[in-house]
């Protein structure tokens, strides 16, 4: 895309938890930040920085956007789900065992989740994933059925309802009091992104990696809704090309990051280009039919219900009329 | 208090009996949150115990416990006030004359007011925000944010009284003439009954002790 | 004083900077910053109205944000957050211990050994707040505890009033570098570096400071001799080292369910809560009153740090919003000259900002985005840990602004001015700032242990 000249639109995006991640140095920076200057002349100027260098937690990313502290935000949508409930039904644990499948259901949503974020002022401009979230376990394990009683540090609902129903028992642990928890044994297992794992050295406190996602940490970017229909047309029709892009080059980036962060944490330096190799290699637990049939039946049985449950009904209808289509789970038969 | 001349007139008697009771309400409440924290303390123990041994866990410690600091710390900034433990630098004030001394203590306490408000005004704020979004937490519970939220603004509206109460006495304590009376309101920790508890703490450590 | 100096100076190498690099700068923010706090400072203002008020005028005067617009938010996260909950549970363990008279009898059987030496229970003050600190995470509450402990036994002394408060200062300071600590967890929470890990290195350091603080007080013993109390039989000062079984005992329930994978290092903290609670009532001191009174104490100096929370956030969010920080931190790193020139502004920058801040608050606005620009120079993640962890001690005991210093003041049975907190930390802060340089020069006392103990 391209931008004719005119006065310059100054915009403030806070994006990614941590400035050293792939998702902020390869997209954020990249392309929203560095491309759109250029294409545009100098006139789309962004100012980026992270939740840490801003001192926030990511549950209050759509406050920050709707008052107009930043016009751009972005957070894990399982973490914004306290504020806008309807969010956490994108990333329900087991809902999407592809990294295909996760995008369909976040762009059949997008327009339906706007409805209710829009009452807030806030639009969702682009879904996107994380690597997948997979589980790490200090001890082996070969099937999902082998988890059976170990105490396991998840977060968000969806999660502990997914890890009580294999019969593990969900602890909830601060992400950065995590490695610790894992070197020391205060929990045997704990799930996050293939690649975050590796960023947090995981692989020195853990020896088994599963490459089953149980679901894929989908994240946003918003606008504030004032701004955004304020905004000069051919601006408007600019930044919607280049969050387009930012969108496409995110997928990309969750799918090459998932399988990166399995071979760097089992060692494979050559297949390691985005994370760092891990000095101690783990070993990979490949998932069986039988798991894939387990996660699907979990995801019916139980998931599914809770969340609607928690989420109200009006989410049971929103569920079957735009996700169930493409997960081919209907909620209630 | 050192500053008094001859009987204090009726306006003055009346906000300093107002103090009094807003201070002992703000005592009760500093006592509710100390002991919230003993209570958080038995918590996560009971869900490391529970963990360990039993095979179970709360999934809700990091969510409450946090509720309970926040409240915590709400609750008590009432009290901490009357207890003139808030911190000020007082290194060039404390050598004043008081007729400077006393206006100054005085606009210390009006600015540490307005910011209370601005505070309270937030809090309050933020808790309209989450009856807006009608806001859960991700804990397992699945509390309200309005409650633990609301729970946090009362605290800090309770401060707000306790600043006004005081301003009032210490208005009415300067229009009186009685600037040096203020050491004793705002004045900071130096003084004798705020040392005297610390040897009080250690004072019953040596109970029971036959020496 | 020294805050002022240091800013100056700041705003000296931020225009050196700005001439050799040509960006944009905020010295107006800086001018303003000095100029209101001076101001307030003169006048005795609440800390924690101070730092609202610079955040309010910082956001007005140079933000078209509306920042008020997440205020509520911007107050409510530290307040809740549960890492921070490792601080009242700190505090009352040392309500606790104080009030069982534990750390009296620490205190007591450690004096039996030490103070014969030159500088006598000077001595004391040092290494009983040194053990302290093996069982408290926070420096407020080991001086607090250690203080109320100590100053007594000072009474009617020919003791130098400076020396004793700055010994119990320096010693307090020890609280966070001397595992468990809070500044680690809380270091850790923001960089995603093992707490445990973190622990270990500070080990060798805090040896280091405690042995630095020692010969300053060897050097003043011995520049200003005392008469020595009469020598103890050795049956005897045997027999006193029962008093420190307990201490030890829950150091081994804190740190040990750490280690041994029963708790994270904020569970601990609970952990010696009900310990603490456990050997009060052992001694038969665990009583209703007891326990409210620690309560109490416990609600009152949580809430003194929390207002300076909540004031500190306000600033913090509305710096943040103009990009103080992040510009400050990009200008040191493009600076001209070698990374352990960049890592000696770095620590010249927390130590500007030490003066004047509070240690939660520094290490929040400053770690992340200064941590990047140190894993980039080659800097180890663990090893400057350590080193900020002593920077945020070093602020503690830095005047004008410390809480410790504050504490200890509260403390005085005889009144006196701040100012000789002041005087008597100066040593003491010389010392810690010889161990920061010695880290510098030898980072293998911080990364040895870890390295060995895997
Ligand atoms: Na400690
Ligand atoms: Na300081």
Redesign the interface.
């Known amino acids: 895309p391209s931008l004719p000249p005119g006065p310059p639109v100054r915009i403030s995006a806070v994006t990614q938890p ?3 991640q792939p998702q902020y140095t390869r997209v954020d920076q990249a392309i929203l930040r560095d491309a759109s200057a250029q294409r545009s002349n100098g006139r789309v100027q962004v ?1 980026l ?2 939740h ?6 990511g ?2 990313i ?3 956007v709707r ?3 930043v016009e751009i935000g972005a957070g894990t949508l ?2 914004l ?5 309807i969010l956490d039904g994108v990333d329900l644990a087991g809902l999407a065992p592809d990294i295909a499948d996760a995008k369909r259901i976040a762009e059949a949503i997008i327009p339906v989740a706007n409805r209710d974020l829009e009452r ?1 002022g806030v639009r969702l401009v682009a879904l996107y994933p994380f690597p997948a979230q997979v589980v790490f376990c200090r001890t082996p394990f070969t099937s999902l059925s082998d988890l059976r ?1 170990r ?1 396991i540090r998840t ?3 969806s999660l ?1 309802d997914y890890f009580t129903a294999l019969g593990a ?9 995590v ?3 894992l ?4 929990v045997d297992c704990a799930i996050t992104g293939t690649g975050s794992g590796a960023a ?1 050295r995981w692989p020195e406190v853990t020896t088994h990696v599963s490459a089953m996602p149980v679901s894929w940490a989908v994240a946003g970017y918003m606008v504030n809704l004032a701004w955004w229909n304020r905004l000069d047309p051919q601006v408007r029709t600019f930044l919607e090309a280049t969050m387009k892009e930012v969108s496409d080059a995110q997928w990309a980036l969750g799918e090459a990051a998932t399988r990166d962060g399995i071979d760097c944490n089992i060692g494979r330096a050559a297949e390691c280009r985005i994370h760092s190799v891990a000095a101690r290699p783990m070993t990979e637990v490949v998932p069986t039919d039988a798991d894939r049939a387990e996660t699907r039946r979990i995801f019916r049985e139980v998931v599914l219900p809770g969340w609607i449950r ?1 989420c109200g009904a009006r989410c049971g209808e929103v569920y079957n009329e735009t996700i169930a289509p493409i997960s081919g789970v209907r909620f209630g038969g | 208090m050192s500053g008094a001349v001859g009987p204090a007139p009726a306006p003055l008697r009346a906000a300093r009996a107002l103090r009094r009771g807003t201070a002992a309400a703000a005592a009760l409440m500093a006592h509710i949150a100390g002991w919230a924290y003993v209570a958080g303390a038995l918590f996560i123990t009971f869900d490391i115990v529970a963990r360990s041994f039993l095979g179970f866990s709360s999934q809700a410690t990091v969510e409450v416990t946090g509720y309970l600091l926040a409240g915590g710390i709400a609750w008590s900034l009432a009290h901490t006030l009357f207890r003139r433990a808030h911190i000020r630098v007082d290194v060039f004030v404390s050598r004043l004359p008081v007729r400077i001394r006393a206006p100054l203590h005085l606009f210390s306490l009006a600015l540490l007011t307005a910011m209370s408000i601005l505070f309270a005004w937030a809090a309050w704020e933020l808790v309209d925000e989450s009856a807006l979004f009608q806001a859960h937490d991700n804990s397992a519970l699945h509390i309200e944010m309005v409650w633990p939220q609301g729970i946090w603004a009362v605290g800090i509206s309770a401060f707000v009284v306790a600043c006004l109460v005081l301003m009032l006495e210490a208005t009415l304590v300067l229009f009186c003439g009685r600037g040096a009376a203020l050491d004793g309101l705002l004045g900071s920790r130096t003084l004798e009954d705020e040392t005297e508890e610390a040897l009080e703490a250690v004072a019953m450590a040596h109970e029971g002790d036959k020496r | 004083m020294i805050a002022i100096v240091f800013l100056l100076a700041l705003l000296g190498v931020t225009i050196f900077a700005a001439a050799t690099t040509g960006q944009a700068l905020p010295i107006a923010e800086i001018l303003m910053l000095i100029g209101v706090f001076l101001l307030f400072f003169g006048s005795g203002v609440y800390i924690a109205a101070v730092l609202g008020a610079l955040g309010v005028l910082t956001g007005l005067m140079f933000s078209d944000r509306p920042w008020w617009a997440f205020l509520g938010q911007t107050l409510w996260a530290p307040s809740s957050n549960f890492v921070l909950v490792a601080v009242p549970l700190f505090l009352l363990m040392g309500e606790i211990l104080l009030r069982a008279g534990l750390s009296d009898r620490l205190y007591r059987a450690l004096n039996v050994w030490l103070n014969r030496m030159p500088g006598g229970l000077l001595h004391t003050n040092i290494v009983s707040c040194a053990v302290f600190s093996a069982i408290s995470g926070s420096s407020v509450a080991t001086a607090a505890t250690m203080g109320s402990v100590a100053l007594p036994y000072f009474q009617d002394t020919k003791y130098s009033q400076r020396m004793v408060l700055g010994s119990l200062a320096a010693g307090g300071a020890l609280g966070n570098l001397i595992p468990p600590g809070i500044t680690f967890i809380i270091y850790g929470l923001i960089t995603e570096t093992s707490v445990g890990a973190l622990y270990i290195a500070a080990l060798i350091p805090s040896i280091l400071v405690t042995g630095l603080f020692i010969l300053v007080i060897l050097a003043h013993g011995l520049r200003s001799p005392m008469q020595k109390p009469e020598p103890l039989p050795l049956g005897m000062k045997i027999r006193a080292l029962a008093g420190l079984i307990p201490t030890v005992l829950l150091i081994l329930l804190v740190l040990g369910s750490i280690y041994g994978g029963f708790a994270t290092p904020t569970e601990a903290a609970a952990l010696g809560v009900v310990g603490a609670a456990a050997f009060a009532a052992l001694e038969g001191k665990l009583t209703f009153r007891m326990l409210n009174a620690s309560a109490e104490a416990t609600a009152r100096n949580t809430a003194l740090l929390g207002l300076i929370l909540f004031g500190a956030y306000l600033l913090n969010y509305t710096l943040t919003l103009i990009n103080v920080p992040q510009a400050l931190a990009a200008l040191i790193a493009d600076l001209p000259i070698p990374p352990w020139g960049i890592m000696l502004c770095i620590i010249a920058l927390y130590i500007a900002l030490g003066t004047f801040m509070e240690g939660f608050s520094l290490i929040i606005t400053t770690v992340p985005v200064v941590f990047p620009i140190v894993v980039a120079l080659g800097y180890d993640p663990i090893w400057f840990g350590v080193i900020v962890t002593m920077l945020v001690e070093i602020a503690q005991i830095s005047p004008p602004d410390g809480t410790v210093m504050y504490v200890l003041q509260g403390m005085r049975k005889r009144a006196g001015p701040i100012t000789d907190v002041f005087i008597g930390v100066m040593p003491f802060l010389g010392a810690y700032l010889l161990a920061v340089l010695l880290l510098m020069i030898f980072p293998g006392l911080a990364l040895w242990l870890p390295s060995v103990m895997g």
């Open positions: 941590l400035p050293t100012t920085s992270t840490a260098e801003r001192n926030l937690a549950n209050e759509v406050r920050l008052s107009g502290q399982t973490t789900s306290g504020d806008v409930p807030f009683g105490r977060f968000g609902n502990v028992q969900p602890v909830s642990i601060g992400f950065p009091e490695y610790s928890a070197e020391r044994g205060v947090a928690r």
